[in-house]
Nanobody
Framework: QVRLVESGGGLVQPGGSLRLSCALS????????MGWYRQGPGKQRELVAS????????NYADSVKGRFTISKDNAKNTVYLQMMSLKPEDTAVYYC?????????WGQGTQVTVSS
């Protein structure tokens, strides 16, 4: 059974940084594009970053481009999201999933709150 577990969220001041981790159990890690998604208060869930199976190609939403970096460690079955220069509008629950997402793979996510 495939399971995704996000961690690393927290409360950070504007301009601060956080690194999120997504540990994937199961045997599919190396075969699919992975993505980080977020859902802010009163907003729809959106894709913020994705990375190919080899890690050689990444894509970002315009709102995070230049501030967020997605990476993966195939040996650890883990995907990371390094977030820098955080803004209050980055406040959201962050999830990882395949891209496109597997409907049964959504985890609980990790809360990121950017506030002074």
């Amino acid at each position: 059974q495939v399971r995704l577990v996000e961690s690393g969220g927290g409360l950070v001041q504007p301009g601060g940084s956080l690194r999120l981790s997504c540990a994937l159990s199961g045997s599919i890690f190396g075969f699919y594009v992975m993505g980080w998604y977020r859902q802010g208060p009163g907003k729809q869930r959106e894709l913020v970053a994705s990375i190919t199976t080899s890690g050689g190609r990444t894509n970002y939403a315009d709102s995070v481009k230049g501030r967020f970096t997605i990476s993966k460690d195939n040996a650890k079955n883990t995907v990371y999201l390094q977030m820098m220069s955080l803004k209050p509008e980055d406040t959201a629950v962050y999830y990882c999933n395949l891209n496109p997402p597997g409907p049964n793979l959504w985890g609980q996510g990790t809360q990121v709150t950017v506030s002074s």
